[in-house]
Every structure is written in structure tokens, then in C-alpha cells.
């Protein structure tokens, strides 16, 4: 009986795994491609802070490599049944460890410093107001900027995570076969 019970078991693990697999795959994708928005969104002199997202379970971590350079994928660990099941409403963190990710991110004040070399991303000009990342006044002059001001304070508080986290749970939704 112990025996028939054990394979029991296993088999409703096994259809319980089938059945949350494409709400883990939605919420990994979801992960990743906010990731990837952040990315495009967000500065990018020599692209190490494009490169030093890391996308974080309460398990794994995955890690941008840091390397300047054009943005790299950044795939999320996937999370197990358990840390899907029992995890409290948050599955993963995300978050730049670049030394300077509290400037870029617009969440602390900094003077502004031209590091050197031209960005990655197509140069704005304009007449820098008060040394602060971003703020530009319109017109020409030799200053650059390669995200708006607020720019990761405006994607995370104005719903664009939250459209993009819906995108794909809606998606694993409608892949989940009953």
C-alpha cells in the first residue's frame, strides 16, 4: 500500500509540475524582459551599467557580466514549484550592481562627469542645467545625455513593469492546458 501511494504521490507532483510550468516560464519571462527594458531605457556611456542588472530568485542569481559593451541578455534563474507556490507575491529581484547604479537610476544626486568617450547610445545635445544626470535644457551645446531624467523612477511608479509583467502572464495563461 506504501508502495502504490508513493507513486501516487510522484504522479500528482508530476501534474502539478506540467500544470504551474508556464506560469514559472511567464514570470521568468517577465523578469527578463524587464530587464531588457531597463537596458534600453537607461543610460549607457561605456555599457557596463547596461551590463550590471542581475536578476535574483530566493535561490539562484543570475549576473550581468559588468563588461563594457552593448547590452547582453540576461536570463532569469527559473524558480522551482516551491519557491512558486510558497514564495511570498514577489519571485524575483532585480537590481544593478554597477558602482554608480544610484546616479544612473536617478535616485541620488551627482554632479555630472563627461567620462571620456563617446556613448553607446545616440547622443542627445543640450545646455546642461545644473551638472545633474539629465537635466537638459532644450537647445544646443555640448553636453550629452543618453536617458531622461527620472527615467527608471518614471518606468517602475508609471505602470510600465507592470504592463510588461501582464504581457506575459496573460501569455502563460492562455498556454496552461486543462
Known sequence: MA????????????????????FILGV???????????QELGPAWSGTFSNSWEIASASKVTSGSGAAG??????????TVDEFKFKSELKYYIANKAPHADVALDLVESSYRYPGFEPIKTAQRG???????????IGSGPNR?????????????????????????DQALRNVKL
Do not use: C, H
Not at 521568468?28 to 531597463?38: E, F, P, T
Not at 552593448?70 to 524558480?79: D, E, M, S, Y
Not at 545646455?127 to 535644457?137: A, F, K
Not at 545625455?145 to 502572464?169: C, E, F, H, Q
Open 70 to 79: 552593448a547590452p547582453q541578455r540576461l536570463l532569469a534563474p527559473i524558480l
Open 28 to 38: 521568468a519571462q517577465s523578469a527578463q524582459a524587464v530587464v531588457k527594458d531597463l
Open 145 to 169: 545625455r543618453t536617458a531622461p531624467l527620472d527615467w527608471y523612477t518614471t518606468y517602475v511608479r508609471g505602470g510600465n513593469i507592470d504592463k510588461r509583467i501582464s504581457t506575459y502572464m
Open 127 to 137: 545646455n546642461r542645467v545644473s551638472g545633474i544626470r539629465g537635466d537638459l535644457s
Open 3 to 22: 508502495r502504490r501511494r508513493n507513486g501516487f504521490m510522484q504522479l500528482a507532483e508530476k501534474l502539478e509540475s506540467g500544470f504551474l510550468a508556464p
